[in-house]
Structures are given as C-alpha cells and as structure tokens.
C-alpha cells in the first residue's frame, strides 16, 4: 500500500492526504477548543500556584505589607545549614519507609485473602473501605482515643486482660510516636493499597494458575511466577501514592503529637507548615516544601526504573 | 418544562449577571452600607453568645454587625490572608503573641482618642494594661478576656492520702512522689506542658515568675542563658517530675490546653497548673464531663518565693482599613469595655465560660460573683489575678516565632535529649539570632 495517494476516511467517500491533514488539523483544533476551558482551568489552579509557590521559594514574603523581595538562593542555604531540617529529614526517610512497606505488605495480604472465596467476602470488602474512608482528623481523634495512656481503649483492653499491670505511654519516646504515627496511617491507607491490588488480582487470567498447577507448582511459586509480575502495574501505583502521601502527611501529626515529644515527630512536611503559617516565613516554607516536592520526584522515577527495567506481562501499562 | 433557545440562554444570563453587578454589591452602594454595617471576625469559641451579643449590640445601638466566627486552628493565618486579598474586617479578635505583628505591620490601628480609652486605662489591672498596649505605648485593643496560670488541687485524693494542699512546688513534688507510692495515682502531676500556642512555654513563664525570674530585660534580651534566677531551677524540678514518672508522658503530645485538661477530668491527677478558666468546666457542679465536678478540683494560690504567675490578654482590635471607626471602636467598647456604663459582655464571659475580666470592678459584680462560686473561691482568683503579670518581650516582632520554636526545646529538656545547661542556652542563642535577623 506504500505510496497510495488516496484513503477512504469514510464509506462512499474517497479523499486525498491533503484533505486529511486539513480534517485533522480541523480536528484537532476542534479539540483544543472544547478542552481549553478544562486546560485553563488546570494552569489556574495547579500550575500557576505551583510557579508562583516555586518563586515564593526564591524570595522572602511579608504577607501584611504585601512585599514579595527576591532573594536568589538564600532561602534554600538557609534551609539546608538548619540542623532542624537535617533531623527532620531523617525522621521523614524512616516514617516514609516504614509507612510504604506497612501499607504495601498490609494491603497486599488483605488483598490475597479477599481474592479467596469464603463465605461474607462482599460485607468484608465493603467494610475494608471504612478506615480509608475516614477523615484523617476522625481517623487522629479516633486513634487518640485507643492510644491514650490515660484513658486509652487499647490500655483499657490489655490492662483487662491481665496483660499489663500500668497502662502504656505509647507516645512516651520519640521513635514510639513516630512509629505510632506509622501505623495509624497504615491503618488509614492499606485499604486503598488492598483495593488496588484486589483489582489487579482479579485480572489475572485463571487459567495461568491452572496451568502452573498441572506443572506441580507449588502456592508461593504460583505467587512468585504469576501473581507478583502481574501485580507490578498496581504495585507501582501503590508505592508512589504511598510514598507520596507518606512525605506529605501532617494531618495525624497535627492531630495525635503537634511534632513532640520534644521535635521527635517532626517531619519535613510538618517543618514547612509551621516555617510557612505559624511562623510566617512563607519563603523558607516553600523552600522546605519544595525539596520535598524534588525527593518524591526522584523516589517516583526511581521506583518506574526499578520495577520495568525489564519487559514483563505489565510493562508499559503505567 | 420548555426549552429555551441559545439566544434566550445567553439574554437571560446577561440580564443576570448585569443585575448582580449593579445589586447591593455593586462598588458604588457599598459606602453607603459599609458606613450602617460592621464586619467582625474571631476564632470559634462560644460561636453562639458571640453572635447572641453582636445581635444585643445591632438592636441597641442600631449598627449591623456581620459577625464570622473562623476556626482556631489557623486563625492567624486566614486574618492575614484576608487582610492580604484587601478584604476588611473592621473588628476582629487578636491573639496576643501575633497582636504587634499585625500593629506594626498597619493591619491593625490605635485606640488612642476614642472616648473612654482613659478611663479604660484606669480600671484595668496593670499587667493587663501593658499586655493590650504596643511596642510605642499606645493602647491597641480591648480585652475579649485574660487567662493566667493557677495550681489546681484533686481534693478528694489529697484528703484519701491525708495531705493538705501544698504550699511550694517542693511539696508538690513530694506529695505527688507519696500519692505514688501509695497507689493513689499513676501520674499525680500535670504541669500544662502542651505542643500548642498556650502550653509548655506559658507554663514555663509561669513557674518562672513564681520563683522570681522573670526571663526577659528590657530590651527583650534574655537573661537565661547561665540559669537565671531561678530557670535553672525551675527546668530541673520539671526534669525530676518527668525522670520520676510523676508526670503522664502523653501531655507532651497533647496539642492542646484543654486537651491537658481533660486528663485531669479523669480524676486520676492530683494537680493540674493550667489557665484558670479551665477551672469552671471541670469543678462546677453538674459538669458532665469531669469527675471533679462540683468542687472536687480546687484552686490554691501559686506557690514559690513570689507566688507570682504569668498572665496574657486576649484582645479586639480595629482594622487600619475601619470603614466607620466610630462604629467600629462603639462594638469594641461593647465588647471589651463598659459601654453605657455596663461591663455586658465582660460580664458574661465571666458568667459563662468563667473568662475572667482585666477590670477589678467586676470580682466586686454581685452576679459574677456568685457565679464564680459556683465552681472557685472568688477570693483566691482575685489574688492570684492581682498577683500576676505578663511579659513585653510578646511585643517584639520575632516573639511569635521563639514562643512556636521554645515549646520543642523545652520538652527536649524535660525528657533528657539535652541537658538544662545546654537548653537554656540553646533558647538564649534562638532569642538572640531571631532579634538579629528581625533587627
């Protein structure tokens, strides 16, 4: 067909290349004028805040007196010579890292044992969705409620049990609250990870494990072989949400520690929020803010490398 | 139902928008209306009296009031923000570590001139005066009300563990150190030692004082650094309370006062050293929430060398951008003053929320009176009113800034991550390099 002038583009009607180019460019800037409000409506609202917060990042802001001064690079050398900023970024690599393996593992289990047959596996995935349905204040306020050492549901239980004899200050050291924080928005966010990964289970092909059975493969070869590579797709989707949601949560730290004991669950996220709105240095916070946004970029392009470096059953369909 | 043509659509929505435009929200009938309306904003405490009160006023007086409760977390930050985007609050309340930021920066405007303020000046108690006037010494705000911290004593378990209130913070400690031997409480002591914007920090300036520190000179420098006065002291006790197990580990990560409050509400705690006004919910009778309801939790005088305690005002000030500033400063004077020689609203909030007022004039109000029986001893609270006192150094520009950052510090002294030597000094190097940066 190579070098055929003519095309049919619709039944009964012939048509030559140039007449296609000019349908298509007709086509398309038919396209770019229905789309242009949703375009304008996403550079108003995404991009230009997120240009103007990077410029922020670059100048010191003086709200009331509605002065905006450029700096240069001052705000970031300010940012990286703060000892607090160094703590908090090695609290948030660890609260960052506990959370995505907790939210990646947790997810997953409850997604294989809601893939098995079993008699209330409607109810018991309709209930899965509770915790992440939640608002995060309920989800802190609710925790704050089984976690207390003073009045605490989870103290009350174990002290009933004859378990422990004192009720337990879980926030009592630093790593205690950071991990405890890891596991109230664990709680929080598996269930998305799980959903996630019971979609992605249920569109692998049976007859896969058929086969594999009549291979004598046994159950984690049959996980390892089949289930992993097919769950790569969702399983990088629930990585970067995780790792991204991990860097940016402030919400439960507002709600169950305000960043203590002592600054031990301060966070990156947490540190730009009171450096912008509490202490007003709107500057620094993007700055801080900003690094941030570059670590979970990096973290996203490492994660895309790893899982498709080479060609499997998912590779591309991200 | 018919259906209209595109023409028909577009005519209807011109004719729409042209009327919206040209309403009571055109640009050339708003002077008219911003001279008969005021704008007033203030974080969500009591919402409901609020605007019960701002309806009392617009009957009275005949002025409309546009009142906007806005949510405490982030008030700051959205009056800043509103003030940036040109809209005007005429009057609104004001946090005081963030009052000089906002004067300084003209958001807000002087009371000076308006009729009474002198008066006002001389009914107040001084610490109160000093805490609603600016860095220039010119009168800023009306109180919305003052909070000053007081020991509160579980009365019931000092009586099972026959002990007598404590009159030093020694005593303190050591009956607090028998209730725990004894069993009687797991964690007898609650210092407010809170994350938030009114705990560790307050509480530290208020055993401060107690002992004779006073933190700050004159010219806002600290005067800390090697111990102090009595800094030292006070840190070290707080670190054998903490070491001892004396004090509930979770307060340092309460994020607020009333959430500190509420472990004493339990029962379990024998003192509590938090604002007073926490005083009202958990000891007047019939209060759901405590189980020191009906005077079970007692107040008693401060103890130390001076018995001295830290108090701050919270305030209402006047927009720089008040449409009708006689109008304004009337609502003001309304609200934080004895308009038409009555303390209306003053009196209220000490009726109901047991707010207490700056004016010395109210403790001798029948009504409040009475009411502040129900649930303390009128007597002691106005002693350890009169026994208090605030700092100026919240009027230096970059106070707001040290007061958010001490709050950590201080609780890594508390738990041990630095000792009290090095702490002080670290709050002494934040105070100074913050004043430099801002100078």
Request: net charge positive; hydrophobic share 45%; glycine share 8%.
């Amino acid at each position: 067909m190579k070098g055929v002038a003519a095309v049919v583009v619709r039944p009964g009607r012939v048509a030559t290349r140039a007449a296609i180019r000019g349908e298509r460019l007709s086509d398309t800037c038919f396209a770019l004028f229905l789309v242009w409000p949703a375009l304008a409506a996403i550079f108003l609202v995404v991009v230009l805040p997120l240009l103007y917060s990077l410029y922020l990042s670059f100048a010191e802001v003086n709200l009331v007196r509605r002065t905006v001064r450029f700096t240069g690079l001052k705000n970031y050398a300010l940012v990286f010579t703060d000892e607090m900023y160094g703590d908090s970024l090695g609290r948030t690599a660890y609260f960052v890292a506990a959370f995505v393996v907790e939210t990646t593992l947790v997810g997953l289990g409850m997604a294989l044992v809601l893939n098995q047959g079993f008699p209330g596996r409607p109810l018991l995935r309709s209930l899965l969705l509770i915790p992440w349905s939640l608002s995060r204040i309920v989800v802190g306020v609710l925790w704050e409620g089984i976690l207390s050492s003073q009045f605490g549901v989870l103290n009350g239980i174990l002290a009933n049990l004859g378990l422990i004899d004192t009720y337990i200050p879980f926030y009592k050291h630093g790593f205690g609250a950071l991990n405890a924080l890891v596991v109230v928005y664990m709680w929080n966010q598996a269930p998305f990870a799980a959903l996630l990964f019971l979609a992605a289970l249920q569109a692998i092909p049976r007859q896969l494990y058929l086969a594999a059975q009549v291979d004598r493969a046994n159950a984690w070869q049959q996980f390892r072989h089949i289930t992993l590579p097919h769950l790569r797709p969702a399983l990088l989707l629930v990585l970067i949400l995780a790792t991204v949601n991990g860097f940016l949560m402030i919400d439960l730290i507002f709600i169950l520690t305000y960043g203590g004991p002592g600054n031990a669950t301060t966070t990156l996220s947490w540190l730009g929020f009171q450096t912008a709105f509490r202490h007003f240095k709107f500057g620094i916070g993007a700055a801080i803010l900003y690094t941030l946004t570059l670590i979970c970029l990096g973290l996203t392009l490492a994660y895309i490398r790893l899982l498709y470096r080479s060609d499997g059953p998912a590779a591309g369909a991200v | 139902m018919g259906t209209w043509s595109r023409r028909e659509f577009l005519t209807t929505g011109a004719a729409a928008g042209l009327g919206v435009a040209l309403g009571p929200g055109a640009p050339g009938s708003r002077a008219g209306a911003a001279a008969r309306k005021i704008k007033f904003a203030g974080w969500a405490y009591n919402p409901q009296l609020v605007a019960e009160n701002a309806k009392y006023f617009s009957q009275k007086y005949g002025i409309e009031v546009d009142y906007g409760p806005l949510p405490w977390p982030g008030y700051q930050e959205t009056m800043e923000t509103r003030f940036f985007g040109g809209e005007v609050v005429d009057v609104m309340y004001a946090f005081h570590p963030y009052r000089e930021r906002w004067y300084r920066n003209g958001m807000i405007r002087s009371l000076e001139g308006f009729p009474g303020v002198d008066e006002y000046k001389k009914m107040m108690y001084p610490a109160n005066l000093d805490n609603l006037t600016a860095s220039d010494g010119k009168l800023v705000g009306l109180p919305y009300y003052t909070g000053f911290y007081i020991l509160i004593y579980n009365e019931p378990m000092l009586q099972q563990a026959g002990l007598k209130p404590a009159t030093s913070w020694e005593e303190v400690l050591a009956q607090c150190v028998e209730l725990k031997r004894k069993g009687l409480s797991q964690f007898p002591y609650l210092p407010n030692w809170n994350r938030g914007g009114t705990g560790i920090a307050q509480q530290f300036m208020a055993d401060c004082f107690s002992e004779g520190e006073y933190l700050w000179d004159a010219d806002h420098n600290p005067t800390f650094e090697d111990g102090g006065v009595a800094a030292q002291k006070v840190l070290e006790r707080w670190r054998d309370a903490y070491k001892n197990e004396l004090v509930p580990a979770e307060i340092l990560t309460k994020t607020s006062s009333v959430d500190a409050a509420r472990l004493m509400w339990t029962g379990r705690i024998a003192y509590h050293t938090t604002h007073n006004y926490y005083l009202k919910r958990m000891a007047e009778p019939g209060s759901k929430d405590s189980l020191l309801a009906g005077k079970k939790a007692k107040m008693a005088l401060n103890p130390g060398k001076t018995g001295i305690t830290y108090s701050f005002t919270e305030q209402y000030v006047m927009s720089t951008k008040a449409a009708n500033p006689e109008s304004a400063w009337k609502l003001i004077a309304f609200l934080g003053g004895k308009l038409d020689n009555d303390f209306y609203v003053q009196r209220k909030w000490s009726m109901i929320e047991g707010l207490n007022a700056p004016y010395r004039d109210l403790y001798k109000d029948p009504q409040v009176k009475e009411a502040l029986t129900q649930w303390c001893d009128p007597d002691i609270m106005e002693k350890q009113h009169e026994k208090s006192r605030g700092i100026t150094t919240f009027k230096a520009p970059w106070y707001s800034e040290y007061d958010a950052k001490v709050a950590g510090l201080l609780q890594e002294i508390v738990r041990g991550d630095k000792t009290v030597g090095a702490g002080l000094k670290e709050m002494a190097r934040l105070a100074k390099k913050l004043k430099k940066e801002s100078a």
